[in-house]
Nanobody
């Protein structure tokens, strides 16, 4: 059973930076594509970034491209989201998610509990 545990959320002023971490356990990390999503009240969950098992294939949402960087460490079984130049509109609960290698878009099987990111102007 895959388990995901996020950490690193918090409050920051606009223009600042935060790094989120997601610890993965329960399976072979390299076999899973990892994603970061975010959600605000009343809105659908939005894909922020994703990285494949090799760490080389990355995808970013249009609203964060150029400001956020996703990476993974196969020794620590952890995926990171480095968030720079944060804006108030980045305020959301951020979720880590995992889907098996080869699964179609959006077919994430496992989710973390979420971590709040608040950006003040």
């Amino acid at each position: 059973q895959v388990q995901l545990a996020e950490s690193g959320g918090g409050s920051v002023q606009a223009g600042g930076s935060l790094r989120l971490s997601c610890a993965f356990s329960g399976s072979s990390f390299i076999l899973w594509t990892m994603g970061w999503f975010r959600q605000t009240p009343g809105q659908e969950r939005e894909l922020v970034a994703a990285v494949d098992g090799s760490g080389r294939g990355k995808h970013y949402g249009d609203s964060v491209r150029g400001r956020f960087t996703i990476s993974r460490d196969s020794i620590k079984n952890t995926v990171y989201l480095q968030m720079n130049s944060l804006k108030p509109e980045d305020t959301a609960v951020y979720y880590c998610a995992a889907k098996p290698r080869g699964a179609g878009p959006g077919l994430y099987d496992y989710w973390g509990q979420g971590t709040q990111v608040t950006v003040s102007s």
